[in-house]
């Protein structure tokens, strides 16, 4: 019943958009700030308020692991009072204001608990603090699960629903959805089948999250000479813990950025040979009999609630709506991509013919990334790390703080915050520029310590709502960034890919703050997860565009001095000079995740694995014999029948960003930046997303965009 704290679906996304970001921890740094002349009072932002009936309250921060635990416990206590009321309401007086209504108040009261404790988990300073926090989200987490099965609570929602009112827009759309919820929980079967699908789902849960810790816990060093690890740079070889003897290296291959580093500039083949098959193996002697059990409970699952598999009950909800649409979609793509990705290998045969000195050379699952990277120095000569003196991080925030105010028509201003969690945490108040109403809050913490959270996303507190009296709480989110922090020589300086990444997640803030939805179960970035990516990656377009990057980017030692056009060029040739590849690979987890959830059952279990490979080595490359990828994927279990959305989003992000390039004045463009305002972030999921995108569009949907985009011709 309780929204999905979003944190998790943009925390998964963000997994794999910046699956290649290094991890650092390093001492906070303080930052530029604003003078503090300039800050407006929290009290000044509430008056401005109070006059639009909108409400800017901030979240009440634990400040004890006690805290944090006694919180939790009122917040579950709490909810189930307003359950039971809910649940002993006689037929005769049933009412939308005390069924959904109630239901939906206390989504947003659960909500904002969870958004504050996962915020202090992520980003807490102290150990016992984010401990405190962790445990308390998993209570209410397994709190929430039990809410679907409140027999009372359905009985009086079915009780209104049969009274069949006449509802219109987002009210009918909260009273269908509800009924759907509890249909997909099996309210709607007889009593010994919902209690069988109420113990399978528990049962799926425990798996899953036994899973997901046993790919926590895998471990898995290698020790290499420094004659093994030729062409490996210094920045692998000299990282702290890898030097582990005189002439001998440690390479942790569950660690991410070591992985990608030997991958992308080992020498020897043999050795990257060995590294990726150990890669395809973690985890796979605890994991593959987990998978296994997985998959049966998932059909079991899903037929007993009447679908014919998994993919047609995840996808349900979501924009395409049954598997077979998602695996339509992928498969499609997929042949489209084959002369681009056939292409790009020939390619890496040469490179690799050249180096080896064998004519016949053949590419390999571990060879594609490191002849891209050799592909990118030579043909398009690029070095990214050149472009880190154009992004000096103030230069970058302020840049693109002046854009999305231009475009979404706002103002920013900063607040003097009553509480910070590090003492160089900003808090800005988002205004609507024409008529001053404000809007909500976002927390900017920017540097990386100790326990944080180490990559760059958004993390959704408050979420909007009308509230009882009338009156509209505003939301409030917070950016929680890892910008290097400054020497004493340099400031922080960022990647291109850094600012594309702030791009994105700013664009989710946006999603959140701009909302006019009544209830929260619609409010912001609550839409089918196969299209809430699409706005952002959408927004990523920006800082690909010469104009866009002109307007804040320059080098910071001579601001005079922007960035070359010639190196934009080189960088965008280099990135989409091996988009098939990069599709090709996404396709094959798609693929794999969608064939498994459409073909497995009880009866054919044992063809899991072989099927889960097979899909892997025909889309992309063929996989290391004996190996099992499948055991070590996070995705599948979260993104189950879920990883087709990326794509998804992503052709509908690139139909999008034609209506700014279309626009007289293209990204910085107004009245696009309305529409999307008004049609896409403000309407959230209040009404069906398909209507709101055709009337941002102005027209229909279109698929070719994205091809134009990823080379398909
Ligand atoms: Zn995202």
Not at 61 to 76: G, H, L, N, R
Not at 437 to 464: C, Q, S, T, W
Request: glycine content about 6%.
């Amino acid at each position: 019943m309780l929204k999905q704290t979003l944190c998790a679906a943009l925390l998964a996304a963000l997994a794999v958009s910046c699956s290649t970001t290094t991890d650092s921890c390093c001492e906070t740094k303080s930052s530029a700030a604003a003078p503090s002349s300039t800050m407006k009072s929290l009290a000044e932002i509430q008056a401005q308020g109070a006059k639009f009936k909108n409400v800017l309250s901030l979240p009440q921060f634990e400040t004890t692991p006690d805290a944090i635990k006694a919180t939790a416990q009122s917040t579950i206590a709490e909810g189930n009072t307003l359950l039971d009321q809910v649940g002993k309401l006689a037929p005769g007086h049933v009412k939308f204001d005390n069924t959904l209504g109630a239901l939906d108040r206390l989504t947003h009261q659960v909500g904002s608990t969870m958004g504050r404790l996962y915020l202090i988990k992520e980003t807490s300073p102290t150990e016992p603090m984010r401990d405190a926090a962790t445990e308390a989200v998993k209570k209410l987490q397994e709190w929430a699960v039990g809410l679907d099965y409140r027999e009372d609570v359905y009985r009086a929602v079915k009780a209104y629903a049969d009274m069949n009112p006449k509802l219109t827009g987002e009210d009918a759309k909260l009273l269908k959805e509800t009924m759907r919820d509890y249909r997909r929980a099996g309210l709607a079967l007889p009593k010994a089948e919902r209690d069988q699908v109420e113990k399978l789902r528990k049962e799926l849960a425990d798996v899953g999250t036994d899973f997901q810790s046993n790919i926590a816990k895998t471990q898995r060093p290698l020790k290499f000479s420094k004659a093994d690890l030729e062409g490996v740079p210094d920045s692998l070889l000299g990282a702290p813990g890898v030097k582990t003897g005189d002439d001998e290296y440690t390479i942790s291959v569950n660690v991410t950025w070591q992985y990608l580093a030997i991958m992308e500039h080992a020498k020897r083949e043999d050795i990257r040979k060995r590294v990726v098959t150990e890669q395809h193996s973690l985890a796979m002697k605890e994991n593959l009999p987990l998978v296994e059990k997985v998959l049966v409970l998932r059909n079991q699952i899903a037929t007993k609630l009447g679908y014919q598999n998994w993919a047609d009950y995840v996808i349900e909800v979501k924009m395409a709506k049954d598997g077979a649409t998602a695996l339509e979609f992928e498969k499609k793509l997929r042949d489209g991509l084959q002369p681009k990705f056939d292409a790009e290998r020939d390619e890496f045969r040469a490179l690799k013919a050249k180096e080896t000195g064998d004519a016949n050379a053949q590419i390999y699952l571990w060879d594609w990334r490191y002849y891209a990277d050799q592909l990118k120095k030579e043909k398009y000569s690029v070095d990214a790390e050149q472009l880190r003196v154009y992004f000096p991080m103030q230069r970058v925030l302020d840049g693109m703080f002046t854009i999305y105010q231009r475009i979404f028509g706002l103002k920013f201003e900063r607040v003097e915050a009553p509480y910070k969690w590090v003492d160089d945490l900003q808090l800005w108040a988002v205004t609507d520029s024409k008529t001053s109403e404000p809007l909500g809050f976002f927390y900017l913490d920017m540097f990386p310590r100790e326990g944080k959270f180490n990559h760059f996303a958004v993390f959704p507190i408050i979420d909007g709502k009308r509230l009882p009296d009338g009156t509209y709480q505003r939301p409030v989110c917070s950016l929680v960034c890892n910008f290097p922090p400054p020497t004493a020589d340099k400031p922080s300086l960022l990647t291109h890919g850094d600012v594309e990444t702030m791009f994105h997640e700013f664009g989710h803030a946006m999603h959140g703050i701009l909302t006019r939805a009544k209830f929260t179960r619609f409010a912001g970035s609550s839409v089918p997860g196969d299209f809430v990516e699409a706005p952002s990656q959408m927004l990523e377009a920006w800082i690909w565009d010469k104009g866009v990057l002109d307007s804040f980017a320059a080098d910071y030692r001579d601001p005079s001095k922007k960035i070359p056009p010639a190196i934009l060029g080189q960088l965008k040739a280099a990135k989409y000079g091996i988009y098939g590849n990069h599709y090709r690979r996404q396709l094959s987890f798609g693929l794999m995740d969608l064939t498994l959830h459409t073909q497995i059952t009880e009866a054919n279990l044992k063809e899991a694995i072989p099927l889960a490979n097979k899909t892997l080595s025909e889309t992309f490359l063929p996989v290391p014999d004996g190996s099992a990828l499948i055991a070590y994927l996070g995705h599948f279990v979260g993104y189950d029948a879920g990883y087709y959305g990326y794509a998804w989003a992503d052709a509908i992000a690139a139909d999008m960003a034609t209506v700014f390039e279309k626009a007289p004045d293209g990204y910085l463009d107004v009245n696009a930046g309305k529409r999307l305002r008004d049609e896409i972030y403000a309407v959230g999921n209040s009404r069906d997303v398909n209507e709101s995108i055709e009337k941002f569009l102005g027209r229909k949907r279109a698929i070719e965009p994205f091809l134009k985009k990823i080379g398909v011709k």
